[in-house]
């Protein structure tokens, strides 16, 4: 049996995740939702559309300034304008045809009602 220690307590450097902790944002409705990664190397698997996607926007929301942010990458955005804080705040997802209407209009749904002037 063959064992390898790619990095050993001593040589530790940089910065490692404990616990992170997601609330109201995107589809993640009316909970604290906790990934506790436990300083260590975590792997975030999913089916399609079960929240993978809404979580590293969440951590990239805290790690990267707000000019430099470019939400959805990892679901194959091609622009910066698919997804922003404010959409996730509001917790938008999917759209919802009108079948009253000939024309079959798109309509964005919305989990939470915005209590700031700014959303």
């Known amino acids: 049996m063959m064992q390898f220690e790619?990095?050993?307590?001593?040589?530790?450097?940089g910065f490692y995740l404990d616990?992170?902790?997601v609330y109201n944002w995107?589809?993640?409705?009316?909970n604290i939702y906790?990934?506790?990664?436990r300083k260590k190397s975590s792997l975030l698997t999913g089916l399609n559309g079960s929240g993978k996607t809404?979580?590293?926007?969440?951590?990239l929301s805290l790690i990267v300034p707000p000019r430099r942010r470019?939400?959805?990458q990892s679901a194959g955005a091609e622009s910066k304008k698919e997804r922003d804080e404010a959409s996730y705040v509001l917790g938008t997802y999917g759209s919802k045809r009108d079948?009253?209407?000939?024309?079959?209009?798109a309509k964005t749904c919305v989990q939470r009602i915005s209590v700031f002037p700014f959303f």
Do not use: H, P
């Not at 906790?34 to 990664?37: A, N």
């Not at 079948?99 to 209009?105: A, L, M, W």
């Open 6 to 13: 790619l990095m050993s307590e001593e040589n530790k450097s």
């Open 19 to 21: 616990f992170f902790q």
């Open 26 to 30: 995107g589809i993640l409705d009316s």
């Open 34 to 37: 906790t990934m506790r990664c």
């Open 54 to 59: 809404t979580l590293v926007d969440a951590f």
């Open 70 to 72: 470019f939400y959805n």
């Open 99 to 105: 079948e009253e209407f000939i024309s079959s209009t």
